[in-house]
């Protein structure tokens, strides 16, 4: 009668709780079942309990899963990426090591735009070729649900083109992909001094195709006061809600509170960055209920020291989720595990902490919280074994990819 029974597992890290993002205290209870098992049938949890339990109801038929005394956790959820895109940027890397600033690479036409050229010149085949070796690297880091972003086309049909990529992938199966249209990532090479041409494009063009084609769950815009101040950015906002898609902004990376109240002047669903983000912008996120998405790792690589203030988040009851934002300028990392030991080392989140903010609270920001980000009966059997004896080896082990198997809905996807 079931599937599969996942057995002698160090912790069983369920995160099992109430039916809402977790606040405050909330974080640091993982609901951890002391040498745990898990019974699974057609790809969903059937229940969760102490070994001796769930090998009273397992049958002949039932495959199993030895942990081997290790944890298992549910896949982290990463809820902020930009996973497709054509070649590198290890140039610029090496630019930076020898005392190049982000910001004087970008003004020589550096950073996203020369993403942008390469994307646009790429074919959907090669494209979806390099995303499904970064996929692998989600895989391997213990990761089984990615919030994908386009933003590397800036047309119509660049645009469109990776969201076909990203709709392929998750199609695809084992890793799984929730899609958001960032067509206002930049303005483009074409556009230069023309921002209000551009963001008509993407309101009364690139707007209704994406939503025709069902290509995007949600819009996300790059609100910065010299990329897409808030006046910009709020008309494009304000037409993607209008055509059903939900909201995520980039906000406040480099200059505090206009992204964070735009965030919350629009009710939106996350608000991400907040590097530079005072009391102001914290407050009215509180107040409209918007989850922070923090992202320790392009910090990390831009080889900053401004990481943002999790513990006054924390303590304010904000629900925190913490994501790799993988992309090839600031963050070239598809890595929860190295995110969850930046969050430990430069913002002071407990491993437990961490821990909630990449799973659970990171699902529900994605909408999907009543199926993945924890184990528990009835969700999909989405989860990693963790080569550790204890949770709190995730962050403490850093830089090296954990993963000793990951499940998707009860399949087995790492190793393939
Ligand atoms: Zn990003």
Known sequence: MFDLAVVNCSQLVTLAGSQR??????????????????????????????????????????????????????GFVDAHTHPVFAGTRADEFEQRAEGATYAEIAARG??????VRRTRQATEAALLESARRYR?????????????????????????????????????????????????????????????????????????????????EYCDVFCEPNVFPPDKARPILR???????GLRLHADQFTADAGALLAAELGAVTADHLEATGPAGLAALKAAGVQPVLLPGSVYNLGS???????????????VVLATDFNPGSSPSASMPMVLSLASTHMKMTPAEGIAAATINAAWSLGRGH???????GKFADFAIHDCGDYRELPYFFGRDPAWAVYVAGQCVYPA
């Open 371 to 377: 199926e993945i980000g924890s184990l528990e009966p």
């Open 21 to 74: 993002p977790r606040t405050g205290l909330e974080m640091r209870d993982l609901a951890i079942v002391p040498d745990g098992a898990m019974l699974i049938r057609e790809g969903r949890i059937q229940a969760v309990a102490p070994r001796a339990e769930i090998e009273r109801q397992i049958t002949p038929a039932t495959r199993i899963a030895d942990a081997g005394g290790r944890i298992v956790l549910p």
């Open 239 to 245: 037409a993607a809600e209008a055509l059903g898609l």
């Open 110 to 115: 550096g950073g996203i735009r020369s993403t």
């Open 305 to 319: 020291s401004r990481y943002p203030a999790a513990r006054p988040m924390i303590e304010l009851g904000l629900a």
């Open 136 to 216: 692998q690297w989600f895989l391997r880091g213990g990761t089984t649900t990615i919030e994908a972003k386009s933003g590397y086309g800036l047309s119509l049909e660049a645009e469109s083109k990776i969201l076909r990529v990203i709709r392929q992938l998750a199609a695809e199966g084992s890793l799984r992909y929730v899609p958001t249209f960032l067509g206002a990532h930049e303005v483009p090479d074409e556009y230069r001094g023309r921002i209000d041409a551009y963001c008509d494009l993407v309101i009364h063009e690139m707007l209704p195709a994406v939503a025709a084609g069902k290509l995007a």
